[in-house]
T-cell receptor, first 115, second 111 residues
Framework: GAGVSQSPSNKVTEKGKDVELRCDPI?????LYWYRQSLGQGLEFLIY????????KSGLPSDRFSAERTGGSVSTLTIQRTQQEDSAVYLC?????????????FGPGTRLTVL | KQEVTQIPAALSVPEGENLVLNCSFT??????LQWFRQDPGKGLTSLLL???SQREQTSGRLNASLDKSSGRSTLYIAASQPGDSATYLC??????????WGAGTKLIIKP
């Protein structure tokens, strides 16, 4: 079956613009995660969904970042008024259920460049 | 606050050698530890997941060990091949169900 997909694969935007990043998880996976990977740094947790609700938003770096998930499937990460420090690869992952035994499956990521 | 460290940051070895990648974490209260590989332009691929109650996991030429009390894990790669070249990431799942990541080890296998 299809894996996790993300779109766009690359996004170049100007400082101050809003961007939307999309994630399509593996069908049937109820848990969905967003991470950010900045150049030369490790992955940074942003937000986690269980179904359509987000019990953990603790990683969102500022109120310019928001995410939603509809129908227990597709998720959108929105960054408002982008800044240059937002440039990074944004990775989405999904897992069947949020337990400590589940492997997270990752999408290819969206590379965001803010000029 | 959980911190994950991977040593070395980069490693280059000739094809055929056995090698060990290291991962350490500061808080032993983890649910599991995972090893991933990341290829340029691609997403992360899960290699091995070790539950907190387990000591090791094996998959093909890969063997991962976990010593929770000392906060250490190793990834052993036997008979390395050029296709093993990638960045290897270690991540621990803590009590908040987040994955906390190391910065990775960039591995180059020379033909």
């Amino acid at each position: 079956g299809a894996g996790v997909s993300q779109s766009p694969s690359n996004k170049v935007t100007e400082k101050g613009k809003d961007v939307e990043l999309r994630c399509d998880p593996i069908s049937g996976h109820t848990a969905l995660y967003w991470y950010r990977q900045s150049l030369g740094q490790g992955l940074e947790f942003l937000i986690y969904f269980q179904g359509n609700s987000a019990p953990d938003k603790s990683g969102l770096p500022s109120d310019r970042f928001s995410a939603e998930r509809t129908g227990g499937s597709v998720s959108t990460l929105t960054i408002q008024r982008t800044q240059q420090e937002d440039s990074a690869v944004y990775l989405c992952a999904s897992s069947y259920w949020d337990t400590n035994t589940d492997t997270q499956y990752f999408g290819p990521g969206t590379r965001l460049t803010v000029l | 606050k959980q911190e994950v460290t991977q040593i070395p940051a980069a490693l280059s070895v000739p094809e055929g050698e056995n090698l060990v990648l290291n991962c350490s974490f500061t808080d032993s209260a983890i649910y599991n530890l995972q090893w991933f590989r990341q290829d340029p332009g691609k997403g992360l691929t899960s290699l091995l997941l070790i539950q907190s109650s387990q000591r090791e996991q094996t998959s093909g030429r890969l063997n991962a060990s976990l010593d929770k009390s000392s906060g250490r894990s190793t990834l052993y790669i036997a008979a390395s091949q050029p296709g093993d070249s990638a960045t290897y990431l270690c991540a621990v799942r803590d009590s908040n169900y987040q994955l906390i990541w190391g910065a990775g080890t960039k591995l180059i296998i020379k033909p």
